[in-house]
């Protein structure tokens, strides 16, 4: 619903992006952007996490780091 609604703006805000933030990494769980993404990141400091918290870290670590955030749940 979130990504959807990103998805929708950005035509008429070409300069908002759609990012898919990857808990894990790229190479333990390969994961394409889906259609309508501009792209995945995985944040380095990501692999010394153990894997029972990686997805509240990154959680954590976007809402940390961006201006605006929309999500769903």
């Known amino acids: 619903m979130a990504a959807r609604a990103v998805i929708k703006a950005k035509k ?5 992006t759609l990012t898919l933030l990857l808990p894990y990494h ?9 259609e309508g993404f501009d792209g995945t990141y995985y944040h380095p400091d990501m692999e010394r996490v153990p894997h029972r918290v990686s997805i509240v870290r990154a959680n954590r670590y976007m809402v ?3 201006d605006y ?5």
Do not use: G, K, N
Not at 26 to 34: F, T, Y
Not at 69 to 73: M, Q, V
């Open 12 to 16: 008429t805000h070409p300069e908002v």
């Open 69 to 73: 955030l929309i999500s769903y749940a």
């Open 64 to 66: 940390d780091q961006v």
């Open 26 to 34: 790229p190479a333990e769980r390969p994961m394409a952007a889906p």
